[in-house]
């Protein structure tokens, strides 16, 4: 009972005197600077809202108009239309007050359509998309006159006032809805290399008759949606491919990132989770101020900024049928997991942050603990990585009242959960077996010690290394990649330790002890949480990863022959995959489409026609060099267009999706949808981002790249491919698969592609 004791304010008790009150005035002063800090947000994101509601105008010109128009006004010169005239004509008086009452309402009458002419002006011209076609090679951009004057007018437009994170929203376009006859077309394009005859010749009268028949009914109502919502394909894609999966997430959906193992400023685990912990508290507090520049494609055009506001303070709930994505608007502690025992860490202290040495205090408490985890505690996060259905019964059943709910709330409410692992993250180039295994325990540890619900899991190792685990619902990998993007740059930049490995600085006071957290677990919830454990110990058994580091040459030398290094890297893939398996196969790359508003990602179809031609010359022994490298580049063009189409919202799986779920909610049956959505990804890729920023300098900072990260495979029988372009000279592949399956193992798929680079 000392505990609930210590969590009383204050009380009260009658007695023959009266009354008798007594309060804390430290847990009173606590609940003031709360109440103020929360305030001064409300005030912050009112201003900005303000602001980005009327970028790229600016409230300073108002006060501009205001002068000019009274100064008119009050020297007999008539304002446009007279407005002010008009307006003090219904006033009760004409004093002075009134008269610039009405003037500074006249201006606001002027000021506003000038606002929204600027924003619509500028949506418009954001809308044009012909610049993106008209790069040559290594990325050189040659314009057209149209897109010269196209961006002038960008660059003037955009001059008037200095964006924030969230000020292009209202002026990024709509995803525009393509036609059903340009999405079969594409289709029917994309299968040919996959299909005999026979089958293609099926497959196109299966599409002409969806387009001649159902298409049409299921793309009116599309029409309608995209009117009328922000993005048609945006809160469908999160819905049904993420929240309604009652599968597991670990491995099959969540994915990871690795630190920059190029670089180990420390080996101390609690100086390490101290610096990284503030560096992640300081980049939420850009995001809540949005002082955080968005963004920008070419310094010009904005890219969507909408995920990053879920970031932080934000879980998935699971639910009987559908999850739900929940954000609260702050939270004051992270959730940090060390030896099976969970421990609620404030981070707020006075209306501050805590520094570095203060969070590594608390963090050495929690490392010097030596209690036992409570009955069920160690292995609770279980829940998180199994069938999800199972968990929405154990948490209504056991965790839905009592000190298990206060406990509960603590993780889905914490900024974010941290992990400290009692082993080291090793990275090695000798033994290429380490990282592997880095890899392998943050996509997911051993399947109870990460809390896989969260928007993110911070994992770090006893030697000081770290990484994440991400849910994938909320947001798309360069969103988190951005954020520990500024981690690392944080430390580059700054020096934060010193020469014992401790973070630099002293406390400047004893930071509040991190509370224990408290569960009241019965023998039939542990049990729940062992049936979800054994179901993640299958998942994990059956899974291979490897991690491959190419740094014989990277994409430094793909640019020097005047090719597109993601284009070069998906044809390698194209070419191990045919070795690999003696045939060509649907192939998946994940492109963004955040050029749009809530805007997310599309598919590129990676294996085509001119990529298949490549790949039977390569393996063509008669082939001569000039006709490889002809159909090479060929094929990576073939291929950059295709990056280009689904950037620009001629994609075709996310329109085939859509098309899908009102034909689902029409109950009506279609034989091509079911064929296309039956269809498996047995190679699904996808390039980790690197350098959003312009922070990211790499002749400052040469090793200052992360090895990237991966996922799971979508398919039984295929392959997960995660690479990251990490520098000039090297490039790192994750390759997953499962083991059951006798077709797809992924050492002899890297060495191909390993001889294939080399």
């Not at 469908?236 to 491919?241: G, K, L, S």
């Not at 999850?323 to 707020?348: A, L, M, P, Q, W």
């Not at 993780?411 to 992990?419: D, H, L, T, Y």
């Not at 700054?494 to 004893?510: A, K, M, V, Y």
Request: hydrophobic fraction near 40%; charge should be positive.
């Amino acid at each position: 009972m000392a505990e609930a004791h210590a969590a009383v304010a204050f009380s009260f008790s009658i007695t023959h005197e009266g009354f008798d009150v007594n309060f804390d005035r430290e847990v009173l002063h606590l609940v003031w600077q709360s109440g103020i800090r929360s305030w001064k947000k409300r005030i912050a994101r009112l201003l900005n809202n303000v602001h980005n509601g009327i970028y790229p105008g600016h409230y300073s010109y108002l006060c501009v108009i205001i002068g000019i128009i009274s100064a008119m006004h009050l020297n007999g010169v008539k304002a446009p239309f007279n407005l002010p005239a008009k307006i003090l004509s219904i006033c009760p008086s004409e004093t002075i007050l009134w008269q610039l009452g009405a003037c500074s309402l006249s201006s606001l009458s002027y000021w506003l359509p000038c606002v929204y002419f600027l924003r619509y002006s500028l949506k418009m011209l954001f809308m044009y998309k012909g610049w993106m076609y008209e790069f040559r090679n290594k990325n050189e951009f040659k314009p057209s006159l149209t897109s010269k004057i196209w961006i002038s007018l960008v660059k003037i437009l955009c001059g008037w006032n200095t964006p924030k994170l969230y000020s292009y929203q209202s002026s990024l376009p709509r995803l525009p809805l393509p036609s059903v006859h340009d999405t079969m077309t594409r289709y029917l394009k994309s299968v040919r290399p996959l299909l005999d005859d026979k089958a293609y010749e099926k497959m196109e009268k299966l599409a002409a008759d969806f387009e001649n028949g159902i298409g049409k009914k299921l793309q009116r109502y599309l029409i309608l949606k995209s009117w009328w919502s922000s993005n048609y394909v945006s809160d469908w894609w999160e819905e049904y491919v993420y929240c309604r999966g009652r599968y597991p997430l670990m491995i099959n959906s969540n994915f990871y990132g690795i630190d920059a193992i190029m670089l180990h400023p420390t080996t101390n685990q609690a100086a390490r989770a101290g610096s990284v912990i503030n560096s992640l508290l300081m980049f939420r507090r850009l995001l809540d101020r949005q002082e955080l520049d968005p963004i920008m494609i070419q310094g010009l055009v904005p890219l969507c900024s909408w995920q990053y506001e879920r970031i932080f303070n934000t879980t998935r709930i699971p639910g009987e049928e559908v999850d739900k994505i929940v954000h609260f608007r702050d939270s004051t502690h992270v959730v940090v997991y060390h030896k099976g025992r969970y421990f609620k860490v404030f981070i707020h202290h006075r209306g501050r942050i805590l520094r570095p040495p203060e969070i590594q205090m608390q963090i050495e408490q929690i490392l010097k603990d030596a209690s036992e985890p409570q009955p069920g505690e160690e292995k609770l996060g279980a829940l998180t990585a199994g069938i999800r259905t199972h968990w929405a019964h154990v948490r209504q059943k056991y965790f839905s009242r009592g000190v298990n709910k206060t406990s509960l709330d603590a993780i889905e409410k914490a900024a974010f959960v941290v992990v400290l692992d009692d082993f080291p993250y090793e990275f090695d180039m000798a033994d290429p077996s380490k990282l592997d295994h880095y890899g392998k325990v943050l996509l997911h540890g051993r399947g109870y010690d990460r809390w896989f619900d969260k928007s993110f899991t911070l994992c770090i190792g006893n030697n000081g290394r770290l990484g994440f685990n991400a849910e994938h619902s909320w947001s798309d990998a360069p969103i988190i990649a951005h954020s520990l993007e500024y981690v690392l740059l944080e430390e580059a930049d700054n020096p934060r330790f010193d020469h014992n490995g401790n973070t630099l600085g002293n406390p400047e006071f004893t930071p509040p002890p991190p509370c224990r957290l408290t569960w009241n677990m019965k023998f039939e919830c542990q049990i729940a949480i062992q049936a979800s454990l054994d179901i993640a110990n299958r998942l994990i058994n059956d899974l291979d990863l490897r991690i491959y580091v190419h740094d014989i040459y990277g994409k430094g030398f793909i640019k020097s022959c005047s090719l597109s290094p993601d284009a070069y890297i998906q044809m390698a893939l194209q070419l191990a995959y045919y070795r690999d398996a003696g045939r060509f196969c649907l192939t998946y790359e994940a492109t963004m489409t955040r050029l749009f508003r809530e805007g997310r990602t599309e598919t590129i179809r990676a294996c085509t026609m001119e990529s298949s031609n490549w790949v039977k010359a390569m393996e063509d022994e008669n082939s001569p060099l000039e006709k490889k490298v002809r159909l090479l580049r060929i094929a990576c063009e073939t291929h950059q267009k295709a990056i280009k189409d689904a950037m620009c919202g001629k994609g075709i799986d996310r329109h085939i999706f859509c098309l899908f779920v009102v034909s689902k909610y029409l109950e009506v049956e279609s034989p091509f949808l079911k064929e296309v959505l039956s269809e498996s990804w047995r190679l699904s890729t996808s390039q980790t981002p690197h350098g959003q920023t312009k922070r990211m300098d790499l002749t400052r900072h040469p090793k200052c790249i992360s090895a990237g990260g991966g996922f799971g495979p979508v398919a039984d029988d295929g392959y997960g491919v995660s690479y990251i372009i990490a520098g000039e000279d090297i490039i790192f592949f994750h390759i997953s698969n499962k083991k059951s399956c006798p077709t797809t193992v992924s050492l002899p798929f890297i060495t191909t592609v390993q001889v294939y680079h080399d």
